[in-house]
């Protein structure tokens, strides 16, 4: 057996992360090398350079292990390697691979921390190196926080370095000629003369060497594939409705089930009578659950309506079963005891409201559903000695974990089939269908099981964003704001997630007032506070998490205490901001809306400027109050992100959001009767009509030498522009989300 399949990879390092965290692991434990995964299932000539490269006599496959959940992260990790490998994005097999440790996530681990983004202290940097550690110990697989382009950048390009030089030396050993006179193109390397040698051909020796891993990176100068549009690696399945997706496999002599659970979330079931369902055609089976009652069909339909069919009795809701009772509890949490974290003390703001002519508002955002297009599902087949789940999941490890705990087996023996997603906004984080999948397919051991939850299941069994509240103070001298001071009680998402993983969260929740703590300002007199609301409805990461209430929060009410001074909102901004890349993409939206021209009447625009997973966003929107409701005309975004490393999946993916918020914003709310959310399916909860849909233009600024995500970052800006455009226009100001219930849209 080569050497390059039999010893564990040295392709890729933790740097500085790994000496610092050692402190708290034991240096061995955060300095060791990671098992390379490809190397359990290696045949004889299969030169596998590290976890991301594999290459034998029938191809080149790259391993692209961040979940795509329609944000384009499969054909972005591709393109990362194959810019390094000298490969065209059309010469190579894409493969998610199997979970492993080897695919930790090396940047989410800044975003756990209680230090501004743009915070480069030594504190801050120790202890973004100590979670880094903890990652790496973990073999934390995770895609989400718009970490997997700032995961992968760095690393995957390395890789693909790796496997060039390393096959360059193959060629060298083959011809005996020097490797500085070598070159490489279209997945072959170039003799001086001309001549070609596919990577292919030399797989069988380069699986012999070890890698060369003293590579550099090519300069920016020469990338052929990073910063230039690419058509996407799915665009033409998607194009032609022939991507596969979760819900789309088949599996030979799959049976279909769904699940009806308590829809009050967390609640037991106390008892059912499933006659009527049990001699309908097609049911094979009716499955008793601790939690629900699932039915297992010879399609998905038919288990559907037998479902209808079982009547069962619920126990009570663990929390307030009416909505009133979960506003009460949220303004009830503004005391000391639940003080969460005072994240900014700037100045001195009780002094400086302690004058009779201070500004007071308070604001609201409820709870909201992730409603990804494809409901959940996943197929699972479970048998004496193995377990197979096929699924879309942005935590892979831990569906390993979860289904060998239920099933009383070792995680080697769970094997994860990871799928491409119709969306997922955080939806994919929670296990409820991988843990029913599991729970019946136990039941009928040796076939596979396909569960589909029916959309109104999805709905009501969803962990939706945190509801939350915001009062704030405020105050004006001479044109300009002097204070501000901001309390938000919000039910803390991170903790309601983390206990259900069995991963309590230490210390304060950084998400409660994201977006506001870190607010890019020098306002002389700036606090944020946080209050944590005691758990009521379970809630989960939702695409901004944090940011997407606190943002509203706070950049609504600094527009108020703007308009109050008697200045220009994107002047006043400017004044205000104190980080080069805040006032950078405040200038470019300015320049790109042209704002401060004249409009015509019953229009308005408003601005607002939210950092989040370190990406400082400003989107300008401009409406038109009409005889029938608002319309929104024209939104302009500019965000920092670093690099770009597909300009037409950024500007689609920065689209998406601008829209995602908005919709939300606009029309989109959960709430709950009898301990049950009453909204069921997407006419109930429509986000943003087609027609409603205002053009957008999207600027990428590549100023900060730190890449960053863009899934995300363009969502909490948006209600708060939008909120401040309706003002402008009308003289109405929205303190509350969903805005429909307030003014209506055209």
Avoid at 287 to 302: C, H, K, M, Q, S
Avoid at 558 to 567: P, S, T, V
Avoid at 678 to 694: I, K, S, V
Avoid at 699 to 727: C, K
């Amino acid at each position: 057996m080569g050497r390059i399949k039999t010893i564990a990879r040295r392709s890729f390092l933790i740097g500085s992360a790994a000496i610092v965290g050692g402190v708290a692991f034991g240096a061995y434990m955060v300095k060791r090398d990671i098992e390379n995964p490809l190397l359990a299932d290696a045949s004889a000539g299969d030169a596998v350079f590290n976890p991301w490269v594999k290459i034998n006599v029938d191809g080149i496959t790259l391993v692209t292990p961040h979940t795509d959940l329609g944000q384009g992260a499969t054909a972005m990790q591709a393109m990362l390697i194959a810019e390094e490998l000298d490969v065209e994005i059309d010469q190579v097999t894409t493969t998610p691979g199997a979970p492993a440790a080897a695919y930790y996530n090396t940047a989410l681990a800044g975003e756990t921390v209680p230090f501004r983004s743009n915070d480069n202290s030594f504190a801050a940097e120790t202890m973004r190196s100590t979670m880094g550690a903890v990652m790496k110990v973990l073999g934390a697989q995770v895609t989400g926080g718009s970490s997997s382009v700032p995961d992968s950048f760095d690393k995957l390009r390395q890789a693909g370095a790796v496997a060039r030089e390393t096959l360059k030396a193959a060629a060298a050993e083959e011809t005996g000629i020097a490797v500085g006179k070598l070159s490489t193109e279209r997945a072959a390397v170039v003799l001086p003369d001309g001549t070609r040698i596919d990577y292919t051909s030399l797989a069988a020796r380069a699986a012999q060497m070890d890698p060369v891993t003293d590579v550099s990176l090519r300069d920016p100068s020469q990338w052929r594939l990073i910063g230039k549009p690419t058509q996407r690696l799915d665009i033409a399945a998607k194009s032609t409705g022939t991507q596969t997706y979760s819900i789309d496999l088949k599996v030979e002599g799959m049976v279909q089930a769904s699940v009806r659970m308590n829809p009050r979330k967390g609640a037991p079931m106390l008892g059912f009578d499933a006659s009527a369902a049990e001699g309908m055609r097609g049911v094979s089976q009716v499955v008793e659950l601790p939690y629900g009652v699932a039915v297992i069909a010879d399609n998905t339909w038919r288990a559907f309506r037998a479902l209808e069919k079982v009547e069962i009795d619920w126990g009570k809701a663990p929390y307030p079963a009416e909505q009133a009772d979960h506003w009460t509890e949220v303004e009830a949490s503004f005391v000391e005891d639940r003080l969460d974290k005072e994240w900014r003390n700037d100045g001195d703001v009780e002094d400086a409201l302690s004058g009779s002519d201070v500004l007071e508002a308070e604001y609201r955002a409820p709870y909201v559903a992730h409603q990804p297009l494809e409901p959940l599902s996943a197929v699972v087949k479970v048998t004496a000695d193995r377990v197979d789940i096929w699924a879309a999941h942005q935590l892979p490890r831990y569906v390993q974990q979860r289904a060998a705990a239920r099933l009383d087996m070792d995680e080697e023996q769970v094997f994860f089939h990871s799928q491409f997603a119709g969306g997922s906004f955080g939806h994919r984080l929670e296990f409820d269908n991988i843990d029913v999948a599991v729970d019946v397919a136990a039941k009928v051991p040796g076939t596979p099981v396909k569960l589909t939850f029916r959309r109104e299941e999805d709905f009501v069994q969803d962990h939706n964003r945190q509801i939350g509240m915001a009062r704030g103070r405020g105050a004006h001298a001479g044109g300009k704001v002097t204070a501000l001071d901001l309390d938000i009680a919000t039910v803390s998402s991170s903790r309601s997630q983390s206990n259900r993983l069995g991963v309590p969260v230490p210390g304060p929740d950084t998400q409660i007032a994201a977006g506001a703590w870190n607010m890019r300002y020098a306002v002389p007199n700036l606090r944020v506070r946080a209050y944590a609301v005691p758990e009521l409805a379970p809630t989960s990461s939702w695409r901004s998490v944090g940011a997407s209430t606190a943002g509203f929060f706070a950049e609504s009410f600094l527009d108020e205490l703007i308009h109050a001074a008697g200045a220009d909102p994107m002047e006043e901004r400017l004044r205000l901001a104190n980080d080069p890349d805040a006032r950078a993409v405040l200038e470019a939206v300015a320049e790109m809306s042209n704002w401060g021209s004249p409009l015509g009447p019953r229009q308005g625009r408003g601005v607002a400027l939210v950092t989040s997973f370190g990406v400082p966003v400003a989107e300008v929107v401009e409406v038109t109050a009409t005889d029938d409701g608002i319309k929104i005309d024209r939104v302009w975004l500019a965000a920092e992100v670093g690099r770009v490393v597909d300009p037409v999946t950024f500007n689609n993916v920065a689209v998406g959001g601008v829209i995602w918020g908005l919709g939300h914003a606009m029309n989109s709310e959960i709430t709950y009767s009898d301990g049950s959310a009453e909204q069921d399916n997407f006419h109930m909860a429509e986000g943003m009509r087609l027609h409603q849909c205002p053009v957008i233009e999207v600027r990428a600024l590549e100023n900060n030498p730190t890449v960053r995500g863009i899934g995300e970052p363009p969502v909490p800006p948006a209600a708060p522009a939008l909120a401040n455009a309706i003002f402008a226009a009308t003289g109405i100001r929205l303190r509350e989300m969903p805005f429909f219930n307030t003014v209506d849209f055209v």
